[in-house]
């Protein structure tokens, strides 16, 4: 390989030579090259482990899951994308309750007192096959007002698809009513919005944590589970031992 000579003229001057080695040109460039590549990847990585830790101080630790519970959705395209659709079926569920409500009569049900507290579009479905069972019932005091009423919502038939719907529940004391989650209706003829409860959507079961801040004891809690299209599918009540 021969070398690179650069001949330099200045005015009337003898012309003046320079010979380089290519091949120290060749070496040169390419560890130029080399480290280029390497300060790159090396940005590249630390970047990569800087986001990776800024999401996971943003994201909260998830609660354990007992054995056979339902694992919180992922963040793949395909959870993304069933997690959509599924907002958007609540979305229309939504409008045609709101449309059913406002084409229905204004009187409450007397007949049926758990139905009266609700929207007039609720029906009674407590007598059916049941969708959903609920099992192991716990009651925490924790502290002077606060109070937890745990259970566990099952999914009795996996194998015909996810259950969806509402949970409220009552504390009930000889002239109060407590509502968890905060579902008292802010108009109309009925005291509570089933939709106003807590989101569900059990493939096997998941813990329902119903919290309360209670200024003093309650005598029974009531459970309602309801469909996204009001049919209210569990009335039970769970006294509380004194």
Same mark, same amino acid.
């Given at each position: 390989m021969s070398d690179l000579k650069i001949v330099l003229y200045k005015? !009337? @001057? %003898?012309p003046k030579s320079l010979t380089l080695s290519t091949r120290l040109i060749y070496q040169t460039l390419f560890l130029v090259s080399g480290a280029a590549l390497l300060l &790159?990847?090396? &940005?590249g990585l630390a970047l990569r482990f800087y986001l990776a830790g800024q999401a996971k101080t943003a994201r909260p630790e998830a609660a354990p899951v007992a054995e056979g519970e339902d694992q919180p959705a992922g963040n793949s395209i395909e959870d993304q994308n069933r997690a959509l659709k599924d907002q958007v079926d609540l979305f229309r569920s939504k409008l045609a309750n709101q449309a059913a409500v406002a084409a229905a009569p204004k009187e409450l049900d007397k007949n049926n007192p %758990?139905? %009266? &507290?609700f929207a007039?579009?609720?029906t009674d479905k407590t007598k059916d096959a049941a969708r959903v069972l609920l099992r192991g019932f716990k009651i925490a005091q924790n502290g002077a007002k606060n109070v937890t009423m745990s259970f566990e919502l099952h999914n009795p038939k996996p194998e015909d698809g996810t259950q969806k719907g509402y949970i409220v529940v009552l504390g009930r004391a000889d002239k109060s009513l407590f509502a968890y989650p905060d579902a008292f209706a802010t108009s109309g003829p009925y005291l509570l919005d089933f939709e106003q409860g807590e989101t569900f959507s059990i493939a096997r079961f @998941?813990?329902? !944590?119903a919290q309360f801040e209670l200024p003093f004891p309650v005598d029974a809690f009531q $459970?309602? $589970?309801f469909t996204r299209t009001g049919e209210l599918l569990v009335n039970m009540t769970h006294e509380v031992k004194k």
């Open positions: 005015d !009337n @001057r %003898a &790159l990847l090396s &940005l %758990a139905l %009266a &507290l007039p579009t609720v @998941r813990m329902v !944590n $459970i309602f $589970i």
